[in-house]
């Protein structure tokens, strides 16, 4: 399996950014997907994820009411709408895909990772 992450870039801070993640070689089915942000200094923090089957979403305290994830089955493709953006949010950001229904907030749990794109939020 492979995930392409993409959309990242510059934004002013109370901008937003819509991430994409397009999953080739296996379909996304039964699979819950997750986005995970990795701040400069910091460890790799859970963002947000989607469950598979009865969708079911959760999120960091610190994105929700700004970010919302969302998943596109069809298209194999999960993405991040991400508004009110702050400079805090400035992270590379990471899509990962696991091999089970239910999104989990913890890395080890998630089999497959994309490489990662750049969000910059300048103040």
């Known amino acids: 399996v492979q995930l392409q992450a993409s959309g990242g870039g510059l934004v002013q801070a109370g901008g937003s950014l819509r991430l994409s993640c397009a999953g080739s070689g296996r379909t996304f089915s039964n699979s819950a997907l997750g986005w995970f942000r990795h701040p400069p200094g910091k460890d790799r923090e859970f963002v947000a994820g989607i469950s598979w089957g009865p969708l079911r979403t959760s999120y960091a305290d610190s994105v929700k009411g700004r970010f919302a994830i969302s998943r596109d089955n069809a298209k194999n493709t999960v993405y991040l709408q991400m508004n009110s953006l702050k400079p805090e949010d400035t992270a590379v950001y990471y899509c990962?895909?696991?091999?089970?229904?239910?999104?989990?907030?913890?890395?080890?749990?998630?089999?497959?990772w994309g490489q990662g794109t750049q969000v910059t939020v300048s103040s």
């Open positions: 990962a895909a696991r091999l089970s229904p239910s999104a989990m907030t913890y890395t080890m749990a998630y089999n497959y």
